[in-house]
């Protein structure tokens, strides 16, 4: 089969033309591959495109077509589903999730009750509990949610404990144990031994470089953001905190606070002391258990 196209009295056929000329074959000829001969006549031009043989389609899996298909489906009955319930897709609040006048008022009188206790408590005299036997404190944040101050909240953001159960090591100075006196019924503290400080960095450990989280995965980063201290390796980091060494201060502000586990068997729940019988205050070497236990 051939189909031509005549031009009358065409002396030259640019590109151009060649294009617009095949713009001119119906569609069902699209597939298929064409010959463009030019003839010659008096005054005239003609072009023969002649049909050839069609060019083989590439093969698409049918696994391919059939997820195209799938996530087509899904994209339109996600977007229907918006359009008729809104953005959230028709999520709508329950009752339990609407705060009541007297939740509002019980919150308040629990944050200044929580701002009397520690007033309360700063003008207690020091107890015994309070006074350290190391140098290295290992502190955990085990309570306080909705019903804390915000002075009591800044205390704990202080102490770089903004979540539960985030642990930090301090050095047990007068500044910390005055904070650790305000915030005694949210954080619990002790003695960390050498393997709880060597356990902890090597598993839980990762530094703050340009404030984003980086693990401690290659000494090269070690050397980088403490390198002008003479700490090179995690080595010399366990060796610093564990013996409270002079760097002590710039590798706590490099590390970040340590995100540890729920403990195995929970907690007792009471904001009473240790010695008490309750859950926060100074466990001195006892903390090395319950570190064991979330580590």
Do not use: W
């Amino acid at each position: 089969m051939q189909l031509y196209i005549d031009y009358l009295k065409l002396s030259s056929l640019s590109s151009l033309r060649l294009a617009a000329a095949t713009r001119l074959l119906p569609t069902s000829h699209l597939c298929f591959s064409f010959q463009i001969f030019i003839l010659g006549g008096q005054g005239e031009k003609r072009i023969v495109m002649a049909e050839g043989e069609t060019k083989a389609m590439a093969y698409i899996p049918e696994v391919i077509l059939k997820k195209r298909k799938h996530k087509e489906e899904s994209l339109a009955l996600t977007r229907k589903t918006q359009l008729e319930f809104g953005k959230y897709g028709g999520k709508k609040r329950k009752v339990e999730d609407i705060k009541r006048p007297e939740q509002f008022i019980k919150e308040f009188r629990d944050k200044e009750l929580d701002l009397i206790r520690m007033k309360q408590r700063t003008k207690r005299p020091k107890s015994a509990s309070l006074t350290p036997k190391s140098k290295l404190l290992f502190i955990i944040r085990i309570q306080g949610k909705n019903d804390m101050h915000p002075k009591t909240r800044k205390i704990l953001y202080n102490l770089k404990l903004r979540r539960i159960f985030h642990g930090v090591f301090m050095k047990a100075t007068a500044g910390v144990l005055e904070m650790l006196q305000r915030v005694e019924p949210y954080v619990t503290f002790g003695y960390p031994n050498p393997k709880n400080v060597s356990e902890l960095i090597y598993k839980k450990g990762y530094g703050m470089l340009n404030k984003q989280r980086v693990p401690l995965i290659d000494n090269t980063i070690i050397e980088q953001a403490l390198g002008k201290h003479g700490i090179l390796c995690l080595e010399d980091i366990v060796h610093e905190i564990a013996n409270v060494g002079p760097h002590f201060k710039e590798i706590t502000n490099f590390l970040g606070p340590f995100a540890l586990s729920k403990p195995k068997g929970g907690l007792q729940g009471k904001r009473a002391s240790y010695k008490d019988g309750g859950d926060t205050g100074n466990r001195e070497d006892e903390i090395n258990d319950l570190i064991d236990k979330m580590n």
